[in-house]
């Protein structure tokens, strides 16, 4: 389909940015690589009465790490992400992650900012924030504020952005030297959005996981945390570790129900992911309980 | 109502000056305003990667790039890459290979496996699948693509097909 019609203003600066969305309110949207809102808005699910191309702004771009902390500005693409050394170096969760991101064509236009504004629950990146403590730098003219990954999702392609305000940059703690990453997703296509997916990152001391931070996605209206995660945390695992803290995952998960999966092949896809990360993060064989044998 | 947006871009080497509505993507762009038809469109929301077209010197989907977005930009689309005789080889491939049947997805084929060949000289085919794994051939015509793309690599390296 055709998108109906709208205006288009081209941002100079993030503080043009921002004029423009206080005087057009609602009917304002903001498009970055456009590579979720053009969809919908040929699709006409949406129909804006003014875009704001803010693919232009020098400021909103660029990879820096600032202490321990790397800074991702909000319109960094993800094939920079995905090329990026300091991304390789201290956050190496997501260099894996977008290899799982749609298709290169799409990866060459998408930005960071904009897959996590979007807050689809099936996308990869927001994920990859809540397992790596991301903080998101937000703008507005009242100035910045910080909202942390976990506070910042609140549903489907829901967030605590108001309709005035803007993702400016990402920061993320960079990673200790013992932080390993785990990432998989079930999909039908290479690319396609996950039927559920997994983005985690782990301390493992002598065996034993020191840290398990595992956010999944597309089980639920936005990424989740696993609360089960704390059962596998200082304790040796065993199967029956892993037998009990999957049944609790299982519990809490409230997977919904639509054409791609019902919620109790989501549910199952879920804990076998768990299963994986497990075995893959500490070396062991025994506990992957959806390989076959 | 909308106002027209003027637009300066370079198509396939050549400077091109236009007055655009800002809804009109740059696929529609090109083939309406342009006549360079060969970028097809197929789902208008980035599923089908039938309008793969470069966009300073990276593919992207022409159906999720607004025209106004190209302001300034180089666009090279089919009707260039064919005319330079860029990708005959890998064209000549698709023939042989029978890699083509209806020929709707081919355009977009060609531009994905262009771009693939250009940043691997020597793709295995599963990385092949992967890199057109954002184009549909409804004709399931997958395994002679991929014969194609695999057989002009082998061709450009010097080794034997």
């Known amino acids: 389909m055709k998108a109906s019609a709208f205006s288009y203003a081209r941002a100079a600066s993030v503080s043009n940015a921002l004029e423009l969305l206080v005087a057009h309110g609602d009917g304002a949207k903001l498009l970055a690589g456009g590579q979720s809102l053009l969809p919908a808005i040929n699709l006409r699910l949406i129909s804006p009465d003014l875009i704001v191309d803010i693919g232009g702004i020098a400021e909103l771009g660029g990879i820096a790490v600032s202490g321990d902390v790397l800074v991702v500005g909000a319109l960094t693409r993800h094939v920079d992400l995905l090329r990026s050394s300091e991304i390789a170096e201290h956050a190496p969760l997501l260099t894996e992650a977008i290899a799982h991101v749609a298709h290169p064509a ?94 985690a990152q782990a301390i493992v001391e002598a065996g034993v996981f020191a840290d398990l931070r595992l956010a999944f996605f597309a089980v639920g209206d936005r990424p989740v945390l696993a609360r089960a995660a704390n059962k596998l945390i200082d304790v040796a695992i065993t199967s029956a570790v892993m037998s009990e803290a999957s049944a609790a995952f299982a519990a809490e998960l409230d997977p919904p129900d639509d054409q791609q999966a019902s919620a109790s092949m989501r549910r199952h896809l879920a804990t076998v992911l768990l299963a994986r990360c497990a075995s893959a993060l500490l070396g062991r064989n025994d506990l992957d309980a959806g390989r076959p044998a | 109502m909308t106002a027209h947006v003027p637009i ?62 190209a302001h300034g930009a180089s666009v090279e689309t089919i009707e260039g890459l064919s005319d330079s005789g860029e990708i005959a080889d890998l064209q000549a491939a698709f023939r042989d290979r029978n890699a083509l049947q209806c ?54 390296t010097g080794r034997k097909p």
């Open chain 2, 103 to 156: 020929g709707f997805c081919t355009p977009g084929m060609l531009m994905a496996a262009q771009d693939l060949l250009k940043l691997h000289c020597a793709p295995d085919r599963e990385r092949i699948r992967e890199h057109l794994s954002g184009n549909y051939c409804r004709c399931t015509g997958y395994q002679a693509i991929i014969d194609a793309v695999e057989t002009t690599a082998r061709g450009r």
């Open chain 1, 106 to 199: 799409i990866r060459n236009r998408g930005t960071l900012g904009g897959s996590l504004a979007h807050a689809d629950p099936a996308s990869e990146l927001p994920a990859c924030m809540l397992a790596l403590k991301a903080t998101m730098i937000v703008g507005s003219q009242n100035g910045e504020r910080r909202i942390a990954a976990e506070d910042f999702f609140k549903g489907i392609y829901e967030t605590a952005l108001s309709a005035q305000e803007l993702l400016i940059a990402v920061e993320l703690p960079v990673r200790q030297n013992n932080a390993a990453p785990f990432f998989h997703e079930f999909a039908r296509r290479h690319g396609d959005y996950a039927i559920a997916g997994l983005a």
């Open chain 2, 8 to 69: 300066s871009l370079d198509v396939n080497g050549e400077r091109v000056d236009a007055n655009v509505l800002p809804r009109v993507h740059l696929a529609d762009f090109l083939r309406e305003h342009l006549q360079l038809t060969g970028t097809h469109l197929g789902c208008e929301h980035g599923v089908c990667g039938a309008c793969t077209v470069r966009l300073n010197g990276e593919i992207v989907r022409a159906c999720l790039t607004l025209a106004v977005q």
